[in-house]
Nanobody, 121 residues
Framework: EVQLVESGGGLVQAGGSLRLSCAFS????????IGWFRQAPGQEREGVSC????????YYTDSVKGRFTVSSDNAKNTVYLQMNSLKPEDTAVYYC??????????????WGKGTLVTVSS
């Protein structure tokens, strides 16, 4: 059974930092890249970041470049999203996903349940 479980969301002031974790099971890094999507209230889901440990490739959407960093711990089957210099517009539910690779368009096979990030001004 495939599972992706996010953790680390919460409330933070603008300019602060959070680190999200995604622990997955039921597949390996050889099978999928791990991505992060987010959905703000009233908006569509957007792809934020992705990492493919099998070839080292990463992806960041323009609005988070220079502020967010994605990394992986292959031994723990865990991916992290370090989010710095957070802005109120980063407020969203963040989802961990298993996707084909880190190229566009995103092709997602599995979704986690999400973790809420709220950035106060």
């Amino acid at each position: 059974e495939v599972q992706l479980v996010e953790s680390g969301g919460g409330l933070v002031q603008a300019g602060g930092s959070l680190r999200l974790s995604c622990a997955f099971s039921g597949f390996t890094f050889d099978d999928y890249a791990i991505g992060w999507f987010r959905q703000a209230p009233g908006q569509e889901r957007e792809g934020v970041s992705c990492i493919s440990p099998s070839d080292g490739s990463t992806y960041y959407t323009d609005s988070v470049k220079g502020r967010f960093t994605v990394s992986s711990d292959n031994a723990k089957n865990t991916v992290y999203l370090q989010m710095n210099s957070l802005k109120p517009e980063d407020t969203a539910v963040y989802y961990c996903v298993a996707e084909l690779d880190c190229t566009l368009p995103h092709v997602v096979d599995y979704w986690g349940k999400g973790t809420l990030v709220t950035v106060s001004s």
